[in-house]
């Protein structure tokens, strides 16, 4: 039995090794080509560890192909699409839970089905809308699309976390003598965390990551974001591949940084959620 229990183990631990090394070879790879030299990228057979790494592409991608705007604006929509969608969400799932209980459903059901239309169908529309606004190349036309994006599952999410709560912690501070939104800012949003947590980190990969939208809604160098920065150093007979890579390093870093930081709330909101059910 010991044995059998033992090779169970082993083999176990051997596909998970296996199962990491296919996640992480990708990255590495991409940091590899990053640090190479232009000549060595296309060497063939390529080498693995190159004894010639250097940040000379990173460099140049700083100096001739504005990454550091680029970067600038993809943070200034990312916050600002996180902070809009968690205000907004937070207050909507806390009204409909005390307030509206009964119409909570419906509605959630109603957001839900706008989450499954194609957001392509709403191209156009939102297009003319800027347009007619004056928000055409601007950061506030990204924010609000990435929010309205978001606000649906979002909510969703809270309003689990919400129901949650007891109401009687809600009655507790008001016979204290909190006001509503005191109640709701100083004793439920504490409570609810963890959903916070990941409404934020959700809303903050979709603006991070999302390049559609920023391609249609922004037609001016100065106002592109990460990911339509990068998709431009795609050259119709040529590609640097070195400096395309380290553009896409520079890319993933909040990404994980952030995650890195927020993962202990994010386990809490999925095992939450697994266990309110």
Do not use: C
Request: hydrophobic share 55%.
């Amino acid at each position: 039995m010991k044995r059998s229990a033992l090779g169970r183990s082993a083999a176990l631990w051997i596909i998970a090794i296996a199962a990491a090394a296919v996640m992480i070879f990708p990255f590495y790879w991409m940091v590899n080509t990053s640090l190479k030299p232009t000549p060595e990228v296309f060497a063939s057979p390529p080498t693995f560890i190159s004894s010639h790494w250097s940040l000379d592409a990173y460099r140049t991608i700083f100096e001739t192909r504005s990454i550091g705007r680029y970067f600038v604006n993809s943070l200034i929509v990312a916050v600002g699409s996180t902070v809009l969608s968690v205000v907004l969400a937070s207050l909507a799932a806390y009204g409909l839970t005390r307030f509206f209980p009964r119409g909570a459903t419906p509605f959630v059901m109603f957001l839900l089905f706008t989450k499954m239309l194609p957001e392509t169908l709403l191209i156009i529309p939102y297009f003319r809308l800027m347009s007619d606004v004056g928000l055409l190349n601007t950061h506030a036309a990204l924010i609000l699309a990435y929010s309205s994006f978001a606000l649906p599952f979002s909510v969703w999410m809270l309003i689990g976390f919400f129901r949650s709560i007891p109401r009687e912690i809600d009655e507790a501070a008001r016979m204290d003598g909190a006001s509503v939104l005191q109640t709701f800012a100083r004793v439920i949003l504490p409570l609810a965390r963890p959903g916070l947590v990941a409404v934020a980190l959700f809303t903050f990969l979709i603006a991070w990551n999302s390049y559609v939208w920023a391609l249609v809604l922004t037609t001016d160098a100065s106002m592109f974001v990460l990911s339509v920065g990068i998709a431009n150093m795609v050259g119709e007979y040529r590609v640097q591949w070195n400096e395309l890579m380290a553009a896409s390093v520079i890319a993933a870093l909040p990404v994980m940084v952030l995650y890195s930081l927020l993962e202990r709330h994010l386990v809490s909101a999925i095992t939450a959620g697994a266990v309110k059910g």
